[in-house]
């Protein structure tokens, strides 16, 4: 299997950094994230080392999602969460993984990012640079 040496959390695939696993298999490895959102704030990693999203084979991928679906249900009933939010941000630990944050009506956590705002015909403009790429 691929590892980084200097990536934490292939450390804690190798088990050379503890982390609060909740779930293991041979591909994939979840743990409590240790700066959480909200309490519960899961992270779902492949234990292979990819960067991005765009660099895992499409059947890793896949299961990483499908595995994700069913780590929210089980986290909005452990946890008692209104719902629960899948998160790709991958700026701050430089290996693939998926946040999967339980959510409550009143956590103040709605507009938790920041956001921008279009100007005049910049909506449409975006629009059409990324449908030109998909023909
Ligand atoms: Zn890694």
New binding site residues.
């Given amino acids: 299997m691929t590892?980084?040496p200097d990536?934490?959390?292939?450390k804690i695939?190798k088990k050379e950094i503890s982390a609060e696993i909740i779930y293991e298999d041979d591909s994939l490895i979840s743990f409590l994230d240790i700066n959480p959102v909200n309490k519960g704030h899961i992270l779902l990693?492949p234990k292979e080392?990819?960067r991005w999203m765009t660099d895992l084979p499409d059947t890793l991928l896949s299961k990483i999602y499908t595995k994700s679906k069913y780590l929210m249900e089980k986290i909005k009933t452990a946890l008692k969460a209104d719902f629960v939010v899948l998160s790709v941000v991958g700026i701050d630990?430089?290996?693939f993984h998926v946040h999967l944050l339980p959510r409550y009506n009143d956590d103040g956590l709605a507009n938790f990012w920041p956001t921008k705002k279009y100007e005049n015909d910049e909506l449409k403009k975006y629009g059409d640079i990324l449908r030109a790429t998909l023909k």
């Fill in positions: 590892k980084n990536c934490i959390f292939c695939v990693i080392h990819y630990v430089p290996h």
